[in-house]
């Protein structure tokens, strides 16, 4: 598989090659890396964690349950009693109580507040809008033999205005370059080929 860092060389020549507005599209094998799976509009999640894909989470169960069946521990027997271990007739009382910390509160409310929309076009035009701030750009998805296709995007215009999380950052001609994982009305960009490390969730809002 191939390194992430000869992908974008890989797929930064091709951003390149992407004509400006307005320009007459001469070649017609950029049509062949469209992927019209992930075109309409999606929101992300702001304020999820590094995550993984459902096909890398199957991998690691399954790995997991071979490491059990191989080096599996003898199971403790109904009333056994061995260096305070517990007996399972033992009744075990777990108390809970409502969070009701305001901050937690606020915080999630002000979380919700923050919408990042991105919709992607079926002819490599994607647009963005985050509070004030709106991007335009394009984008490519390259399918490969092995591990999951790559999204390259590459930033053309920002009006670089403040987006939803109060940051006002210009980002006309930046590129971003990521492992595409996409099922359903769920898609993840992740920073390896397996889907270990997904680090933007997205959910479509529209097709």
């Not at 890989?10 to 004509?19: G, Q």
């Not at 027997?77 to 399972?88: F, M, N, R, S, Y």
């Not at 006002?168 to 898609?187: K, P, R, S, V, W």
Request: net charge negative; glycine share 6%; with cysteine.
């Amino acid at each position: 598989m191939e390194p992430i860092s000869f992908a974008s060389f890989t797929l930064a020549s091709i951003l390149a090659s992407l004509p400006a507005n307005g320009e007459v599209v001469t070649k017609p094998t950029i049509t062949t890396h469209i992927s019209p799976a992930i075109a309409g509009q999606w929101e992300i999640e702001l304020d999820s964690s590094i995550t993984m894909t459902k096909d890398a989470q199957a991998r690691q169960a399954a790995r997991k349950e071979r490491l059990a069946s191989a080096n599996s521990e003898p199971k403790i027997k109904e009333g056994a009693v061995a260096g305070g271990i517990l007996t399972q007739s033992e009744e075990r009382i777990l108390q809970t109580e409502p969070n009701t910390d305001q901050n937690l509160l606020a915080s999630t409310a002000k979380s919700n507040q923050c919408r990042e929309l991105y919709n992607f076009g079926a002819d490599n035009e994607m647009w963005a809008v985050s509070g004030k701030e709106w991007t335009y750009g394009r984008y490519l998805v390259t399918h490969r033999e092995e591990g999951l296709p790559i999204i390259a995007l590459k930033t053309l215009y920002d009006n670089n205005e403040v987006d939803c999380s109060g940051n006002q950052i210009d980002q006309t001609d930046e590129a971003l370059i990521a492992f595409l994982y996409h099922d359903g009305n769920q898609m993840q960009w992740c920073a390896d080929p397996e889907g270990n490390e997904c680090f933007m969730n997205f959910h479509r809002i529209l097709p």
